[in-house]
């Protein structure tokens, strides 16, 4: 069966650090890999999704980066933080394009002071 | 403008009790409509997905309906556990070249005893 699992679960960084989410999926191959943000009161946005190693597509621009550096691992980055970077972000993946069901992993709690 | 929107914002009720969330869409293309239950601080679950030509789907006591004439889709819950305690999120497929989902704000549901 696939599993999705992503780490820190939480995170309390300062203004102006830099920033590392890793997620990675196990019993699939090839998915489909999607990052998305969860600010309070508001609906899930999609950051980034990826169809492939190295092959990385943006939704939104922002202070945040993504990659890809093998089949199942997704890395969402950042440089510098900003206080509205504050949220919870989610990993998805799919079998294939946004159509099919998405699985979702157990997210990061990110909060900037 | 593609949006989801979701009634009531939160609702409680007793354990046992019946349920009814909304959800009215403007989304254009449509590719299908998914209802995902989100514990708090996890990832969503999905819990139901209909295309254009479904109007009903059930998964145990969750039961999902779905009018495409007036965009409008509903999730009944029956027999309400304290389990069900969670947030209700409402999702609507763009059909076409992107095919993104498009997130409503989620109900949030509190069965207490």
């Known amino acids: 069966s696939q599993t999705i699992h992503q780490w820190p679960a939480t995170l309390v960084q300062p203004v102006g650090s830099p920033l590392s989410l890793e997620c990675t999926v196990e019993?699939?191959?090839?998915?489909?890999l999607y990052w998305y943000r969860q600010a309070a009161g508001r609906g899930l946005q999609l950051l980034f999704y990826?169809?492939?190693?190295?092959?990385i597509s943006s939704e939104v621009p922002q202070n945040l980066s993504a990659s890809r550096p093998q089949d199942r691992q997704f890395i969402l980055s950042s440089k510098k933080l900003l206080l509205s970077d504050s949220g919870f972000y989610l990993c998805a993946w799919s079998i294939g394009g946004y159509g099919y069901e998405q699985y979702f992993g157990p997210g990061t709690r990110l909060t900037v002071t | 403008k593609n949006q989801v929107e979701q009634s009531p914002q939160s609702l409680i009720i007793l354990e046992g009790k019946n349920c009814t969330l909304q959800c009215n869409y403007t989304v254009s293309p449509f590719s299908n409509l998914r209802w995902y239950k989100q514990d708090t601080g996890r990832g969503p679950v999905s819990l139901t997905i209909?295309?254009?030509?479904?109007n009903t789907k059930s998964n145990g006591r969750y039961t999902a309906t779905l009018d495409a004439d007036t965009k409008q889709s509903s999730l009944h819950i029956t027999a309400s556990q304290l389990s069900d305690s969670a947030s209700y999120i409402c999702?609507?497929?763009?059909?076409?070249?992107?095919?993104?989902?498009?997130f409503g704000t989620g109900t949030l549901l509190a069965v207490q005893p």
């Open positions: 209909m295309t254009f030509s479904e």
């Open positions: 999702v609507v497929s763009l059909g076409g070249a992107t095919n993104k989902l498009i």
């Open positions: 990826s169809v492939g190693i190295g092959q």
């Open positions: 019993g699939t191959s090839n998915p489909n």
